[in-house]
């Protein structure tokens, strides 16, 4: 079963910056996007970013759009978020999450088919 695993969350003063990382594990798997959605305490889980694999096309929400920027290491395997200027309202935690499927709503939770556990960012004032 693959599993994805998150990195590279913590505590951070506003302003600073955040690089997260997400590998698989468990096998091979077929992958057409990956993306970083957020879940803050006591709120609804939200689109971040995603990007889709091999063309490397990306994609932002509007509240992280300019401050964050998502890429990936195909060699590696791997999905990075890179997250600058951090505020308070960042805080969250970060999930990610992958899908085999062209032809989805990027910017909903239910499109992924796999998810990693999920790693804690916090941004102190």
């Known amino acids: 079963q693959v599993q994805l695993v998150e990195s590279g969350g913590g505590l951070v003063q506003a302003g600073g910056s955040l690089r997260l990382s997400c590998v698989p594990s468990?096998?091979?798997?077929?992958?057409?996007?990956m993306a970083w959605l957020r879940q803050p305490s006591g709120k609804e889980r939200e689109f971040v970013a995603a990007i889709r694999w091999n063309v490397e096309n990306t994609y932002y929400s509007d509240s992280v759009k300019g401050r964050v920027t998502i890429s990936r290491d195909n060699a590696k395997s791997t999905v990075y978020l890179q997250m600058n200027s951090l505020k308070p309202e960042d805080t969250a935690v970060y999930y990610c999450a992958s899908s085999s499927r062209r032809n989805i709503n990027i910017f909903a939770g239910s499109a992924y088919d796999y998810w990693g556990r999920g790693t804690q960012v916090t941004v102190s004032s």
């Open positions: 468990g096998g091979a798997f077929s992958r057409y996007y």
